[in-house]
C-alpha cells in the first residue's frame, strides 16, 4: 500500500582519508541522509548504484576548486570547474556515476527512491512520471535549506525519528517531481479528512508508540490508504502532519511526568518517548517556550 520501505531510513556521517579503499558504494531500499567528508585526497572513485530506483541529491556544504571534484556518467567523465557552497547535483543512480574527491570535500548525500517520488506524483494528482532533468553544481535554494537543516543531526544520537524522515523523504520527493520532474499536474479533487474510523485508528496507533518507532506506512496501512493520501488526509483531519501530533502529545505526556517532582529529567525524556535528555530539551523549549526545568519550578505539585 505505501512506498516507504521495511528498511528504516537511514542518517549518519562518513568520513574518507586517503587510506580508504572504498571502490563502490551500493544503496539500499530506503530513504537515507548521509554527510561525507574527505579528510585526504582520496586514492581511488566511489562508483555509486542503488538496489532500486533511484536518483541521488548531493549538496556542497562548501566551496570546491576546480579539479577538487570529479565526477564520471556511464564511465565518461563530465567536465567540471570549481564549484560553489550549497551547489546541488541531481542525478539518476541508474547511470553508476563515479566520484572522486581531494581533501576538503564536504557534502550531504539525499538517496531518494523513485517509488516514493512515484507515490507523491499519484497524490498531488500528477501524471506518469519519466525522466528527470538532472543537474550538476545547480543551485536550488530548497535543496540547499534542506541539507543545512539536517548537517546538526546527522551522526549524532539525536536523529530525527523514522516518521520525521518519512515525511522529509516525501518532501524532498515532491520538490524533485516540481523542479525536476517532466510530469504535469492533472485536476483533482478537494482535499478530504480522514474517516471518523480512520482517525481513531492512527491515534491509537501514534499513542501507543510514542517514541516515534511507527512508520508512515504502519499508519497508511491501517487505514487502507497509500503513504501520500495518509499523509495529506491526516493534515486535512488534524490540522498537522502526523509527526508534529504525534511530537505534541509527547510534550503532553512529559508534562503529566514533569508535574511530579521526584521523576528525573533524564527519565521523563525517556518515558515521553525522547532518545535522551538534550533531544527532549530542545523539542520542549521549541514547543512550549521554556526549558522543561523551568516549567517543572512552575507547575510541579
Same mark, same amino acid.
Given at each position: 500500500?505505501?512506498?516507504?520501505?521495511?528498511?528504516?531510513?537511514?542518517?549518519?556521517?562518513?568520513?574518507?582519508?586517503?587510506?580508504?579503499?572504498?571502490?563502490?558504494?551500493?544503496?539500499?531500499?530506503?530513504?537515507?541522509?548521509?554527510?561525507?567528508?574527505?579528510?585526504?585526497?582520496?586514492?581511488?572513485?566511489?562508483?555509486?548504484?542503488?538496489?532500486?530506483?533511484?536518483?541521488?541529491?548531493?549538496?556542497?556544504?562548501?566551496?570546491?576548486?576546480?579539479?577538487?571534484?570529479?565526477?564520471?556518467?556511464?564511465?565518461?567523465?563530465?567536465?567540471?570547474?570549481?564549484?560553489?557552497?550549497?551547489?546541488?547535483?541531481?542525478?539518476?543512480?541508474?547511470?553508476?556515476?563515479?566520484?572522486?574527491?581531494?581533501?576538503?570535500?564536504?557534502?550531504?548525500?539525499?538517496?531518494?527512491?523513485?517509488?516514493?517520488?512515484?507515490?507523491?506524483?499519484?497524490?498531488?494528482?500528477?501524471?506518469?512520471?519519466?525522466?528527470?532533468?538532472?543537474?550538476?553544481?545547480?543551485?536550488?535554494?530548497?535543496?540547499?535549506?534542506?541539507?543545512?537543516?539536517?548537517?546538526?543531526?546527522?551522526?549524532?544520537?539525536?536523529?530525527?525519528?523514522?516518521?520525521?524522515?518519512?515525511?522529509?523523504?516525501?518532501?524532498?520527493?515532491?520538490?524533485?517531481?516540481?523542479?525536476?520532474?517532466?510530469?504535469?499536474?492533472?485536476?483533482?479533487?478537494?482535499?478530504?479528512?480522514?474517516?471518523?474510523?480512520?482517525?481513531?485508528?492512527?491515534?491509537?496507533?501514534?499513542?501507543?508508540?510514542?517514541?516515534?518507532?511507527?512508520?508512515?506506512?504502519?499508519?497508511?496501512?491501517?487505514?487502507?490508504?497509500?503513504?501520500?493520501? %495518509?499523509? !495529506? &488526509? /491526516?493534515?486535512?483531519?488534524? #490540522?498537522? +502532519?502526523?509527526? @508534529? *501530533?504525534?511530537? $505534541?502529545?509527547?510534550?503532553?505526556?512529559?508534562?503529566?511526568?514533569?508535574?511530579?517532582?521526584?521523576?528525573?529529567?533524564?527519565?521523563?525524556?525517556?518515558?515521553?518517548?525522547?532518545?535522551?535528555?538534550?533531544? %527532549?530539551? !530542545? &523539542? /520542549?523549549?521549541?514547543?512550549? #517556550?521554556? +526549558?522543561?526545568? @523551568? *516549567?517543572?519550578? $512552575?507547575?510541579?505539585?
Amino acid at each position: 500500500m505505501g512506498s516507504v520501505g521495511a528498511l528504516e531510513p537511514l542518517t549518519n556521517t562518513l568520513r574518507l582519508d586517503h587510506t580508504s579503499m572504498m571502490s563502490s558504494h551500493r544503496y539500499a531500499d530506503r530513504f537515507s541522509i548521509v554527510r561525507v567528508e574527505t579528510v585526504g585526497d582520496r586514492a581511488v572513485p566511489i562508483r555509486k548504484s542503488s538496489n532500486v530506483p533511484a536518483l541521488l541529491v548531493s549538496v556542497f556544504m562548501q566551496p570546491v576548486v576546480a579539479d577538487g571534484y570529479r565526477l564520471w556518467f556511464d564511465g565518461a567523465r563530465v567536465p567540471l570547474g570549481s564549484i560553489s557552497a550549497l551547489s546541488t547535483n541531481v542525478v539518476d543512480l541508474e547511470a553508476e556515476p563515479a566520484m572522486w574527491g581531494a581533501s576538503g570535500l564536504d557534502y550531504v548525500h539525499f538517496h531518494v527512491r523513485r517509488s516514493a517520488i512515484e507515490e507523491t506524483a499519484r497524490g498531488l494528482g500528477y501524471g506518469q512520471v519519466g525522466a528527470f532533468r538532472l543537474t550538476v553544481g545547480n543551485h536550488d535554494a530548497v535543496l540547499a535549506q534542506m541539507a543545512k537543516m539536517m548537517l546538526p543531526m546527522l551522526g549524532t544520537p539525536s536523529a530525527p525519528i523514522p516518521l520525521a524522515l518519512d515525511y522529509f523523504e516525501l518532501i524532498v520527493g515532491a520538490h524533485l517531481l516540481q523542479r525536476y520532474g517532466g510530469a504535469q499536474p492533472r485536476p483533482t479533487a478537494a482535499k478530504r479528512g480522514l474517516a471518523v474510523w480512520q482517525q481513531r485508528r492512527a491515534t491509537e496507533l501514534l499513542r501507543s508508540t510514542l517514541d516515534g518507532s511507527l512508520r508512515l506506512a504502519d499508519l497508511a496501512r491501517a487505514c487502507d490508504l497509500s503513504v501520500s493520501h %495518509f499523509a !495529506r &488526509s /491526516f493534515k486535512a483531519s488534524f #490540522g498537522v +502532519t502526523c509527526h @508534529r *501530533w504525534l511530537m $505534541e502529545r509527547r510534550i503532553e505526556r512529559a508534562q503529566e511526568l514533569l508535574a511530579i517532582a521526584t521523576i528525573p529529567l533524564a527519565q521523563v525524556a525517556v518515558q515521553s518517548g525522547f532518545a535522551d535528555q538534550a533531544a %527532549f530539551t !530542545r &523539542s /520542549f523549549h521549541r514547543i512550549v #517556550g521554556m +526549558t522543561p526545568g @523551568r *516549567w517543572r519550578r $512552575e507547575h510541579a505539585r
